[in-house]
């Protein structure tokens, strides 16, 4: 029998949901290009329910104890004497979400000997030190697609709420004030503007198709070349590299995931070749972006608005820059994390462990590490350093 150890956020500040501000949600049954949504054997939780924080415990632990296996979760995974650190030491499996990492560490890894799984609950294993589970024989898994869509939807509302300024438009209402010029001094259209997406995956091609309509000009890079089809039907013009691009763009969004290639990429001297007034949208990983960097090219005027929901560390600490710089429209890591979306990605969850548990293997699309190697979808996405 296995030990589980799943890593989640706290539940909400006034308690665990008892009610809902909706009954229900659509059923997503598959996904643009043919991957259908994780099919588990059977599920016990309610799709629409709150299963990303700690008391939802991804509506996994009766699947899990009637198996005989035991499921610890915790919201306790950094500094000295954690719960994490603590209950890792003898765990089997560890299963963590982007927007609440529990960061697997070449030393943590090494001090878990147990340890053969690893399922990113969510996209992007970035946090797993993936040569060391490479070394250590660690299969990294995650819910490849289940969150892309939530994840696009959020790129065009933060490119919108940017552009137009909605944010501090809305702060003037709340504050009980109507001056007009205030709301509008920033306010422009996004119609006929050049955006570039860095990355053409699953959500840069999602947030491309999304934004086609509202009449821009799009642009992206990407290490694989999209279809001459697909290129057509959008209009898309493609740039051999991320310094290539972002001269072209008024709106520059990041999809890319995070490796060495792409760390640290939007630097001061990146930053300065962009469009003075231009707008950077990063729902990817907050190291692709110099922290510092971002904060000066704000307060400098040459990028005209920054809006994300990633930040390193997560959670950031209170004096992070990036809470106080201008001209911002930071989330706390929560565009992948819906209701809609916890609903696939807890049952892709208990896919890879029924799977794991049935000595199956996992799809192919869930896999990044396996077998002493970067596999599936891991194979395409990331590149190992050592």
Not at 346 to 369: K, N, Q
């Given at each position: 029998?296995?030990?589980?150890?799943?890593?989640?956020?706290?539940?909400?500040?006034?308690?665990?949901p008892t009610s809902y501000a909706r009954d229900d949600i659509p059923e997503i049954a598959g996904y643009s290009g043919g991957q259908t949504a994780p099919t588990p054997e059977a599920i016990d939780f309610t799709p629409g329910h709150l299963l990303g924080s700690v008391s939802g415990e991804l509506g996994l632990r009766a699947y899990l104890e009637k198996a005989g296996h035991t499921l610890v979760v915790t919201s306790d995974k950094d500094g000295a004497g954690s719960v994490f650190d603590r209950e890792l030491a003898d765990a089997d499996v560890v299963i963590s979400q982007p927007f609440w990492p529990a960061y697997l560490t070449p030393e943590r890894i090494a001090a878990a000997p147990n340890l053969k799984l690893a399922i990113t609950a969510g996209i992007g294993s970035d946090h797993v030190?993936?040569?060391?589970?490479?070394?250590?024989?660690?299969?990294?898994?995650?819910?490849?697609?289940?969150?892309?869509?939530?994840?696009a939807e959020h790129v065009v509302m933060m490119t919108l709420s940017l552009v137009r300024n909605y944010l501090p438009s809305h702060q003037v209402v709340l504050d009980g004030g109507w001056n007009i010029a205030d709301c509008v001094a920033r306010s422009y259209d996004l119609e006929g503007m050049h955006v570039g997406t860095v990355a053409a995956g699953r959500i840069g091609l999602a947030v491309l198709r999304r934004l086609a309509p509202f009449d821009v000009k799009l642009h992206y890079t990407d290490r694989h070349r999209l279809s001459e089809d697909i290129e057509r039907e959008l209009g898309l013009v493609w740039h051999e590299s991320t310094a290539d691009m972002v001269p072209h763009c008024d709106v520059v969004t990041i999809n890319a995931p995070l490796h060495p290639e792409t760390e640290g990429l939007f630097g001061d001297e990146l930053l300065?070749?962009?469009?003075?007034?231009?707008?950077?949208?990063n729902t990817a990983r907050a190291k692709i972006a110099d922290r510092d960097a971002i904060d000066r090219a704000l307060r400098s005027g040459q990028l005209a608005g920054y809006a994300g929901d990633v930040w390193y560390p997560q959670p950031a600490p209170a004096d992070h820059p990036w809470r106080t710089m201008p001209h911002h429209g930071m989330t706390p890591h929560i565009?992948?994390?819906?209701?809609?979306?916890?609903?696939?990605?807890?049952?892709?969850?208990?896919?890879?462990?029924?799977?794991?548990?049935?000595?199956?293997?996992?799809?192919?699309?869930?896999?990044?590490?396996?077998g002493g190697a970067l596999a599936g979808t891991g194979a395409h996405s990331y590149s190992v350093t050592k």
């Open positions: 029998m296995a030990k589980v150890l799943c890593v989640l956020y706290d539940d909400p500040t006034d308690g665990y030190d993936l040569d060391a589970a490479i070394a250590h024989g660690v299969t990294v898994a995650e819910v490849t697609y289940c969150n892309s869509i939530s994840v300065a070749t962009m469009k003075r007034g231009a707008y950077l949208i565009s992948g994390s819906s209701l809609s979306a916890q609903a696939r990605y807890a049952a892709g969850t208990r896919e890879i462990l029924e799977s794991w548990f049935g000595g199956r293997p996992i799809r192919d699309e869930y896999l990044i590490v396996d």
